[in-house]
């Protein structure tokens, strides 16, 4: 698994979106968006994925602030 950060511009905002991949079949196992860049972002993305995160062996970040 492997995750990202972006941001797009919305009416003249930034928003921030965290993006949670497969890289086993490219899916996007889950995401969540918001307008500030924070834990808070990272965690939602991950709170609603289906399945066992106990069960991945890999998973990787570009290893930003965000995470820690």
């Known amino acids: ?3 990202a950060l972006t ?3 919305v009416q ?9 991949v497969d890289l086993f079949n ?3 196992i889950d995401h969540s968006a918001g307008p500030h ?6 965690s ?3 709170a609603t994925v289906k399945g066992d995160l106990r069960q ?5 970040t570009d290893r930003g602030r ?3």
């Open 44 to 46: 939602r993305a991950f």
């Open 7 to 9: 941001y797009v511009k």
């Open 66 to 68: 965000s995470y820690f």
């Open 56 to 60: 991945i062996q890999w998973f990787h």
């Open 26 to 28: 490219r899916a996007i």
């Open 1 to 3: 698994m492997v995750s």
């Open 12 to 20: 003249n905002r930034w928003h921030y979106i965290c993006v949670l």
């Open 37 to 42: 860049k924070n834990a808070t972002l990272i």
